[in-house]
């Protein structure tokens, strides 16, 4: 098991934690990584771009001039593409971007990416975090002291005071573990997890059993 230091708010160290193999030591899966960041930004688009094609364009209906003799090419309608205010060639269409990635293809890019935080030395575990009023500066002095200029917190509740000291600070970002997703581990250089939230993920993700749907004999 990878083991990792314990910092209190202050910067300081105040113990070690091993972590579970099973979700931050698996074999790091690149492509699954790239399908589940590709995934998650396709599923954000609208899709509801549009735009008209040569048939659908108003006008056009009638030859311009006749096939030969006037010195001109030959054109069969103004809506063509090539004239102003034409249709357009290949126009998109609303469609849906989004595309499905299995059960065990996610989980597996999720401990993938937390297994390549621990690799980089990049995972910092907090022994807790909590503030007694909402201020941005305790959140600031919180990541000066643990050297994080650009950070994703991940927490096991859903602590406002410390959510919301942590909203206007640029290039941080708030989680709770059931809210954490690959493009935003890989988006930001540190992840900073509380012991509380390490041991809900491992409890999670360690520990995920897949049934299988048995059909009845007839």
């Known amino acids: 098991m990878a083991k990792v230091s314990v910092?209190?708010?202050e910067g300081n160290k105040v113990g070690d934690m091993e972590l579970n193999d099973a979700v931050f030591g698996v074999e790091v899966n690149e492509h699954l990584v790239h399908m589940a960041v590709v995934s998650q930004l396709a599923n954000k688009r609208q899709g509801t771009q549009s735009a008209k094609t040569r048939s659908e364009v108003s006008g056009g209906g009638r030859k311009p001039w006749r096939q030969k003799g006037t010195g001109h090419a030959r054109q069969g309608s103004t809506r063509a593409p090539q004239w102003t205010g034409g249709g357009i060639?290949?126009?998109?269409?609303?469609?849906?971007?989004s595309f499905k990635m299995n059960k065990k293809e996610k989980?597996?890019?999720?401990?993938?990416?937390?297994?390549?935080?621990?690799?980089?030395?990049?995972l910092i575990v907090l022994d807790s975090i909590s503030f007694d009023e909402i201020k941005?500066?305790?959140?600031?002095?919180v990541l000066n002291n643990l050297k994080a200029d650009k950070a994703l917190v991940v927490l096991n509740?859903?602590?406002?005071?410390?959510?919301?000291?942590?909203?206007n600070i640029?290039?941080?970002k708030t989680a709770?573990?059931?809210?954490?997703?690959?493009?935003?581990?890989l988006k930001y250089d540190k992840?900073?997890?509380?012991?509380?939230a390490v041991a809900t993920i491992e409890e999670v993700y360690a520990s995920v059993s897949y049934t299988h749907l048995t059909l009845p004999t007839t």
């Open 170 to 172: 640029p290039d941080v």
């Open 191 to 196: 992840l900073i997890v509380t012991k509380d």
């Open 107 to 122: 989980n597996l890019a999720l401990k993938s990416v937390l297994t390549s935080k621990v690799a980089e030395d990049k």
């Open 89 to 97: 060639v290949f126009a998109p269409k609303p469609r849906d971007y």
């Open 136 to 141: 941005t500066k305790k959140m600031v002095a």
């Open 176 to 185: 709770l573990t059931n809210t954490i997703n690959v493009y935003d581990i």
């Open 7 to 9: 910092y209190n708010i």
């Open 157 to 167: 509740d859903n602590d406002k005071n410390v959510i919301l000291s942590a909203k």
